[in-house]
């Protein structure tokens, strides 16, 4: 009993000594070669012509389903198209329909 405490008492030194001895992170870019190219992705799925798509696309595939004589797999795909394009709408066209910024507004 008195073994396991002792080996507690110095697993728990250890870890403590671990916690205040650690180095701060400080947040910065790593540098990697693929963040350049992703975040061009980035910023083209959240700019204007994404938006512009976006909306047509939505339009077409609601028209589709509200019109079209679909059934099986393609009204399924036709649901999962219609779903996708929502979502990547959602980071340009809704957050500005709704009046929500990019950031905070200062006085």
Same mark, same amino acid.
């Given at each position: 009993?008195?073994?396991?405490?002792?080996?507690?008492?110095?697993?728990?030194?250890?870890?403590?000594?671990?916690?205040?001895?650690?180095?701060? /992170?400080?947040?910065?870019? &790593? @540098?990697?070669?693929?963040?350049?190219?992703?975040?061009?992705?980035?910023? !083209? #799925?959240?700019?204007?012509?994404?938006?512009?798509?976006?909306?047509?696309?939505?339009?077409?595939?609601?028209?589709?389903? /509200?019109?079209?004589?679909? &059934? @099986?797999?393609?009204?399924?795909?036709?649901q999962i198209v219609f779903g996708l !394009? #929502?979502?990547?709408?959602?980071?340009?066209?809704?957050?500005?329909?709704?009046?929500?910024?990019?950031?905070?507004?200062?006085?």
């Amino acid at each position: 009993m008195r073994q396991f405490r002792v080996s507690r008492l110095r697993s728990l030194a250890f870890a403590g000594m671990a916690l205040l001895l650690a180095a701060p /992170a400080y947040a910065a870019g &790593s @540098g990697m070669p693929w963040e350049d190219p992703l975040q061009r992705i980035l910023d !083209s #799925v959240q700019g204007p012509v994404a938006k512009i798509v976006a909306v047509i696309i939505i339009i077409t595939t609601g028209l589709t389903l /509200a019109f079209g004589e679909t &059934s @099986g797999g393609f009204r399924r795909m036709i649901q999962i198209v219609f779903g996708l !394009s #929502v979502a990547f709408a959602a980071s340009s066209f809704f957050l500005s329909f709704f009046s929500f910024g990019g950031g905070a507004l200062l006085p």
